[in-house]
Nanobody
Framework: QLQLAESGGGLVQPGGSLRLSCRAS????????IGWFRQAPEKEREEVSC????????YYADSVKGRFTVSRDNAENTVYLQMNTLTPEDTAVYYC??????????????WGQGTRVTVSS
C-alpha cells in the first residue's frame, strides 16, 4: 500500500522560503497525481497545488500562485513543494495526498501525516 511522508516544515520568517518533500514508499509516485493541501487552525482544509502524472501539468490555488512551485522527481519517488515569499497566512499543517488525476472532484486515497509550517517573525 502506498505510504506518503512529508518533511521540510519548520519556522520561517515572513518573506522566507521552504521546500516541502513528499516521499512515497510501498509504491511508485509516477502512477499518481499528487496534491498538496494545508489546514490552518480554525480554517477548512485548502488544496494549494496538484501535479498530474504523465504530463506533470500543475494546478495552483490563487492564494499561492506565483509563489509556490510543485515538481516531482520520479527517480527519488518524491514530490516537492517549493514555497517562496511566505507570509503569516501560509502558516498551516501541509499534507500531500495521492489521486488519479488533479481535479476539483478528485478523491484522494492516500495521505501523509503532515508537516507544520509556521511563518512568523
Amino acid at each position: 500500500q502506498l505510504q506518503l511522508a512529508e518533511s521540510g516544515g519548520g519556522l520561517v520568517q515572513p518573506g522566507g522560503s521552504l521546500r516541502l518533500s513528499c516521499r512515497a514508499s510501498g509504491g511508485s509516485l509516477e502512477y499518481y497525481a499528487i496534491g498538496w493541501f494545508r489546514q490552518a487552525p480554525e480554517k477548512e482544509r485548502e488544496e494549494v497545488s496538484c501535479i498530474n502524472r504523465h504530463d506533470d501539468s500543475t494546478y495552483y490555488a490563487d492564494s499561492v500562485k506565483g509563489r509556490f512551485t510543485v515538481s516531482r522527481d520520479n527517480a527519488e519517488n518524491t514530490v516537492y513543494l517549493q514555497m517562496n515569499t511566505l507570509t503569516p497566512e501560509d502558516t498551516a499543517v501541509y499534507y500531500c495526498a495521492a489521486t488519479v488525476v488533479c481535479s476539483r472532484w478528485a478523491e484522494y486515497a492516500y495521505w501523509g501525516q503532515g508537516t507544520r509550517v509556521t511563518v512568523s517573525s
